[in-house]
């Protein structure tokens, strides 16, 4: 690998450490930054259409700007597949495994939880402004918001925090669901409607139309509307939805997968301690097994008109059986590629990417922001799903080539600093 991308200023030894000094390259694990690196690529791959598209148009097509073509259904098929859920998955484990990678080593110094709970609430921060100000796709607030839940969690043994993932894992997805479940029932089976209250049943009739409308409107605003407008739209109508975000998604799947990737991490799982042909199987059967399931599932809308229930019912529930299965998988194959890919020169890229995730996650948003709205290039809502790839290929392109440079000059990405900055409340070196 490049030195500028595995050397660091000389690290301090840890009986000589302080707590308020933070993790330098030296100390990284460069398989989990590696991993990081893609995953943050997938990521832009299933945010794109919500970035360029009605919000909705995330896992329905009908919602699209113009009617969906064949090649936007195909392209929904192909990432329901092979990218939602599946990469946030996988970067949910690798949140947990650097929660516990950050305490080991502020440990080691003398530090204690309190540093990391300041840590995520700087994330918070961040994650809110990301919400409100760019783009409410965000990620970043109930990740902090999880990982603060899992702070008295830390000290569990290693193999309770792999049981209790999994185990909360799968009561949420049944939790998941038996609601998503409920809806679809009730709009679409008539046993169960013939039990629905009259009221009940002209809102669930009503909800496509409903939906559509709001797309509509938010094609409006995103290509007429204001910078300003956008913003004040997003606090008046969204802050509701944001509280339902933080609790949904991260309750019922973020979380576990959190402490999943910590007792993974604990166990030696992303530093190469298990049998490598036995991680080759446990990888590839994942993967297979999961995206079977995955393509079975999302056939069903696919092949029957996209249902609005239907649909709903697929995206936000049955395709999360498949979700751990792949993301475990996945990460069991990059660990045993990470060393040597890492000593190619993508690979080391790939690294770099990774290293500076939180800066290449939050450029993405005000990137696209620039491409779609109105105000800015004003693109939104006038690609299809296809020629939305092309974007994603040439943003992957321009992560990829700016952040291997970039930390050959400078010791961190610039938010990585600022966020560290804020972290140890003390100002750091940024130029090597």
């Known amino acids: 690998m490049d030195d500028s991308v595995t050397a660091a200023v000389e690290p301090v030894p840890a009986a000589a450490a302080t707590p308020d000094q933070p993790v330098d390259a030296g100390e990284r694990l460069a398989t989990l930054d590696f991993i990081r690196g893609i995953a943050v690529l997938g990521i832009l791959f299933a ?190 109508e969204e802050s509701g939805q944001l509280v339902q975000e933080i609790v949904f998604v991260p309750l019922t799947e973020t979380l576990a997968l959190m402490l999943i990737g910590m007792g993974l991490y604990r166990l030696g799982f992303f530093s190469g301690a298990f049998d490598p042909a036995r991680m080759r199987r446990w990888g590839w059967t994942g993967i297979i097994a999961g995206l079977s399931v995955s393509l079975a599932f999302a056939l069903w809308p696919y092949l029957t008109g996209f249902d609005f229930f239907t649909t709903l019912f697929v995206f936000n529930s049955l395709d999360r059986i498949g979700q751990l299965p792949i993301a475990l998988g996945l990460a069991a194959l990059l660990v045993q590629w990470a060393p040597a890919a890492t000593r190619t020169d993508l690979g080391s890229r790939f690294v770099a990417t990774g290293r500076m995730a939180f800066s290449n996650y939050l450029g993405t948003s005000i990137l696209m922001m620039l491409v779609f709205h109105g105000w800015a290039l004003g693109l939104f809502g006038r690609l299809h799903r296809v020629e939305l790839f092309g974007v994603v290929l040439l943003t992957w392109i321009a992560m990829v080539a700016w952040s291997k440079p970039w930390l050959a000059h400078f010791r961190y990405g610039p938010l990585e600093w600022l966020w560290r900055c804020l972290t140890y409340w003390k100002l750091f070196p940024l130029r090597r």
């Open 47 to 236: 945010n794109i259409t919500a970035f360029g598209q009605p919000y909705v148009a995330y896992f329905w097509p009908e919602a699209l700007a113009e009617p969906a073509t064949a090649g936007d259904k195909a392209v929904w098929l192909f990432q329901q597949v092979f990218v939602d859920h599946k990469f946030r998955g996988l970067f949910s484990l690798l949140f947990g495994a650097g929660i516990y990678l950050f305490m080991e080593r502020a440990w080691a110094r003398g530090g204690s939880r309190w540093l990391q709970f300041r840590r995520l609430f700087w994330l918070l921060v961040f994650g809110l402004a990301h919400y409100f100000l760019i783009w409410r796709g965000d990620i970043l607030t109930p990740y902090a918001v999880c990982g603060m839940l899992a702070l008295p969690l830390l000290r569990w043994p290693a193999k309770r925090q792999l049981k209790v993932g999994i185990v909360a894992y799968v009561l949420g997805l049944l939790l998941v669901t038996g609601l998503m479940g409920g809806q679809f029932a009730a709009a679409n089976i008539a046993q169960v409607q013939a039990r629905v209250p009259a009221d009940q049943k002209e809102q669930i009739a009503a909800a496509p139309a409903r939906t559509l409308k709001s797309a509509r409107e938010e094609v409006t605003l995103y290509r007429e509307g204001s910078y300003g407008e956008i913003v004040a739209t997003t606090v008046r």
